[in-house]
């Protein structure tokens, strides 16, 4: 991203050494961050969103006292016997709305009868975990390798390129499908399974950030900071990761919150179709998918779960949105 | 008999010979109670008698037939559909109710057989037609059991009673590869066959579609090769497969060379019955509900209809919740948990009520308190070693004791294994695992995908062991009712196999291999096999959860509606069927 002058400083080295000989007394050039948080914190939408996206962090991490506040436990069962909130032979819960009460807030499940409260608040750990270390698996490889690429040119770049395209016209998800269908064959630890997930969402996503961290850099090497650097003999890994890199933060950033909604949508997806986290663990693609069977008699059972996901995709997709308007207010949705 | 349903794909392979001999004794009895609709009517009698000719039934199906070749398939429910175009030497005379009755049909009479069962001896009756115009013989009835050698073609059907039962050298690959085979002897009326070993269960294989005629050698087209027989198979029965569109659907309309006289079984009414393959569960549901389709073949209604029906009794009326030859079971391994309370404990500790609510509810099964099914000889309603306490939620307290004297008082850890993908077992799983960890008793869960789940998963001994598989989900109904059909292959120590082994347990005990082995003779009474069921208890390796039930939906307008009970678990047996001549 190339940063316009006039408005603010670019941060480099270099630069910021120009910048300690000219600092005036009375006007005090603003940094990137604080520019951006003030265009960011005037954009309400953006901030709501920030909001819910810290909300459902919290849920997650609290997710076992909040439950126990709530007096639920998302493993119990009321299937049978005294304490039932399940009509028998149909399978469903009895009462309204898919058995909403003062002790189920968003009813309980078929065939079950579990608190669907509770489950969507795990469902929101794994949900967050997932997707937040594959967005980061994505990020170490992308970056790593797109700054590379486009740092050396050349051979270099032409390599990493070519095996970037090979990957973004991979079917991803048959691959993902069928790799954890084999890997599961080896192994069903739970573990075992996260750590598959998380691989196969995050290293089929690192090339989308890849590109965009290159096409940046090609542009930033020919800066006139990055030559002043290299005339002061400053070496290749020194101005990658001190005069480049910086400038990386915000397209990071901003690509970071978009990615992380695609990799709940996609933890959601494989969760749906069958090969997402084990039982009993609750997953919100895994409630979805069986919410499915029941949507007709039962349409609570699909909408909490969908709502759920549909407002933490919208979150960060706003939130996303917002910071990169707050750091880039030049480029176009 | 392979069952579809959601979840549980039900096998059973290599039966032999059984107790009583109901089909070579019994007097033909005539159909139970007829008349009106209402709920269960279908089960053991007739809803809407009528002799109105005429009209198109209309049925809908989830998925196609593994095969319409009557030697190549092997669900239920596609064995029911069998029954409108094909016949065999043996039939089902009485379908419904709880105890199926069978009766000569291509034959005169139920056969003669020599006194230990290894020689049986039919004659066919006259007139009988193809719908081709072409005579049915004695040479293909044999041709048609012949092809079931040729198990490199003929791969899907009930291969393994025939190969296990009738005499044949052991390099014999069926007809196209080793010609005839010499222990069948044909007349220009009466066919003979040879058996390998006493199997006083024989006409129960008679009557199997996989004992049905095939034309002798002109099957197929060019080279006669088989393996294309099941899209167009040639009709020995009143309806023929006219139209046949693979995955999409199937039609069949009357066969003008088939006579009422020749045939004492059926009693068409219907001119054609259309099956239309509609993969939508739900847009089933609403073509049912609305009256556009008769009846679904393969399955249990949906969730949407099903819940109509219980809670709408102008719908129940047309419904049915039959109980069916079949029990969903948890074989508990004495591999893995060698000691035996430590297995009771699982078996005290398991929430069977909630189980049956995993399994889909109380209209998919009642709680089971022994394995052997309703309709199978040594059914006891009342047995049940280890009583699960008042709401069958469970004997804490009794696990907990169970523990103590298995010498792990804290509980201990294993696997259970299940079949994927599945609605069901995750399910399942989870109410076990609930319902285990009450007394400390922690499971973690082991998938395989169904392609190998029974053959080489839970199927290998081996592989038991080396996973460290303490339980595994499981369902048995069997091919044919008798009690050596449902137990032989699930408890005869002789026949552990190192793969596709169905007796999961490695269950060899000597009280029930020798009731077992006096069976094919028919020297093992019903008591032998009340008796069997208790000892299989006493070993606690099969902890029996529910007794299957389907539920069904009958349209309104259609007429002679019946159960089959004897071959598709209770789903309509639609040869009869017609719709009032529209």
């Known amino acids: 991203m190339s940063l316009p002058r006039g408005e603010l400083e670019v941060v480099g080295e270099s630069e910021k050494l120009a910048k300690k000989t000219t600092t005036g007394t009375s006007i005090v050039g603003r940094s990137l961050w604080s520019i951006a948080w003030r265009r960011l914190r005037k954009d309400r939408v953006a901030m709501a969103a920030g909001v819910v996206i810290i909300l459902l962090v919290l849920i997650a991490i609290f997710a076992d006292q909040l439950s126990a506040l709530y007096g639920q436990n998302y493993l119990e069962h009321h299937a049978v016997g005294a304490g039932s909130l399940l009509d028998p032979a149909t399978n469903l819960p009895t009462g309204t709305l898919g058995g909403i009460s003062a002790s189920h807030w968003f009813g309980v499940s078929p065939v079950l009868g579990q608190d669907i409260m509770t489950q969507l608040m795990q469902g929101a750990r794994v ?25 050396y040119r050349g051979w270099v770049d032409t390599i990493i390129s070519r095996v970037m395209d090979v990957l973004l016209s991979f079917p991803t998800l048959l691959l993902s499908l069928s790799l954890i269908a084999v890997v599961s064959i080896l192994s069903n630890a739970v573990f075992v399974r996260f750590a598959i997930i998380i691989f196969v969402l995050g290293f089929f996503g690192w090339p989308y950030i890849g590109r965009i961290v290159r096409g940046q850099v090609l542009s930033l090497r020919e800066k006139e900071f990055v030559d002043a650097a290299r005339s002061l003999g400053g070496g290749s890994g020194w101005i990658m990761a001190r005069e480049i890199m910086p400038n990386l933060i915000g397209p990071i950033l901003v690509y970071t919150s978009l990615t992380i909604p695609t990799n709940m949508l996609g933890e959601a997806g494989l969760s749906y179709l069958g090969v997402g986290v084990p039982p009993p663990i609750p997953s919100w693609g895994q409630m979805l998918s069986d919410a499915g069977n029941y949507f007709q008699v039962d349409p609570m059972y699909l909408i909490f779960p969908g709502l759920v996901i549909f407002i933490s995709v919208l979150a960060f997709n706003l939130f996303g949105d917002g910071l990169r308007d707050a750091l880039d207010p030049k480029s176009t949705r | 008999m392979k069952i579809k349903r959601k979840g549980v794909v039900l096998v059973s392979l290599l039966a032999a010979t059984a107790m009583a001999l109901v089909g070579c004794s019994s007097p033909t009895t005539p159909a139970t109670t007829s008349g009106a609709s209402s ?43 069998q029954r409108l175009f094909t016949r065999s030497l043996i039939g089902y005379e009485k379908v419904n109710g709880s105890k199926p009755v069978l009766a000569p049909d291509l034959a005169t009479d139920m056969g003669t057989h020599n006194a230990d069962f290894t020689k049986w001896t039919y004659t066919l009756r006259k007139g009988l037609k193809y719908s081709n115009g072409a005579d049915i013989t004695p040479m293909d009835v044999k041709y048609g059991v012949e092809r079931l050698f040729a198990t490199d073609i003929i791969n899907g059907g009930p291969s393994s009673y025939f190969l296990a039962t009738i005499s044949h050298p052991a390099d014999y690959l069926g007809p196209y590869k080793s010609g005839d085979l010499t222990s069948i002897v044909t007349t220009a009326s009466t066919i003979e066959f040879n058996l390998s070993t006493s199997y006083s269960d024989f006409n129960y294989l008679m009557a199997m579609a996989a004992s049905a005629p095939v034309p002798y050698k002109v099957e197929g087209g060019t080279g006669f090769v088989g393996a294309d027989y099941g899209k167009q198979p040639v009709s020995s029965g009143p309806f023929v497969l006219t139209k046949y569109v693979p995955t999409q659907s199937v039609t069949f309309v009357r066969n003008k060379f088939w006579k009422q006289s020749t045939d004492k079984i059926r009693k068409p009414v219907a001119n054609e019955i259309d099956l239309t393959i509609d993969s ?26 099903k819940s109509k029906i219980l ?48 399994f889909g509810g109380t209209t998919s099964g009642v709680v089971a308190g022994s394995m052997t099914p309703p309709t199978i000889a040594g059914h006891s309603a009342s047995a049940n070693m280890y009583d699960s306490g008042k709401d069958n939620t469970g004997d804490i307290a009794k696990a907990k004791a169970a523990l103590v004297k298995c010498g792990q008082p804290n509980g201990f850890t294993t696997k259970v294994a299940y079949s994927t993908p599945s609605q069901l077992a995750p399910k399942v799983f989870a109410s076990l695992q609930t319902a285990l960890a009450r007394v400390g008793i922690k499971v973690t869960e082991t998938t395989s995908a169904a392609s190998s789940y029974y053959s080489t998963f839970i199927g290998s001994p081996t592989n038991i062991v080396n996973q460290g598989i303490g339980i595994a989900l499981a369902a048995w109904g069997a091919d044919f009712p008798t009690g050596y059909g449902f137990w032989n292959s699930i408890a005869n120590g002789a026949d552990i196999v190192p793969t596709g082994n169905t007796n999961y347990p490695s269950l060899n005990d000597p009280v029930i291999n020798k009731i077992l082995d006096a069976a094919p003779n028919g020297k093992s009474t019903d008591a032998d096999f009340r008796k069997l069921d208790d000892q299989v208890m006493k070993d606690a390796v099969y902890l029996p959860i529910l007794f299957g039930k389907s539920l069904y939906y009958r349209n309104p307008r259609l007429t002679n509606v019946t159960s089959d009970n004897a071959l598709a678990f209770g789903l309509y047996d639609f040869v009869n069927v017609g719709t009032g001549g529209k």
Not at chain 2, 47 to 62: D, F
Not at chain 2, 75 to 81: E, F, H, I, K, L
Not at chain 2, 319 to 347: E, H, K
């Open chain 2, 39 to 81: 709920f269960n009517a279908a089960i053991a009698g007739i809803v809407n008698p009528s002799t109105v000719q005429g009209g198109t039934v209309k049925l809908l199906t989830s998925t196609d037939c593994d095969s319409w070749d009557p030697q190549n398939t092997y669900y239920g429910w596609c064995w029911n559909m």
């Open chain 1, 127 to 151: 949900s967050l975990v997932i997707s937040g270390l594959a967005t980061a698996l994505s990020l170490i490889i992308g970056v790593s390798l797109g700054l590379i690429a486009g740092f």
């Open chain 2, 280 to 305: 939508d569960e739900n847009d089933i549901d609403s073509k049912l509900s609305a009256g556009t389709a008769d009846a679904r073949a393969d399955l249990d209604v949906g969730t949407t209809l």
């Open chain 2, 311 to 358: 809670t709408n009794p102008k719908i129940k009326v047309n419904a049915d919740n039959p109980t069916t030859a079949f029990t969903r079971y948890m074989t508990v391994m004495p591999s893995v948990i060698t000691n035996v309370y430590c297995r009771q404990a699982i078996f005290y500790a398991a929430n069977k009520a909630e189980l049956v609510q995993a």
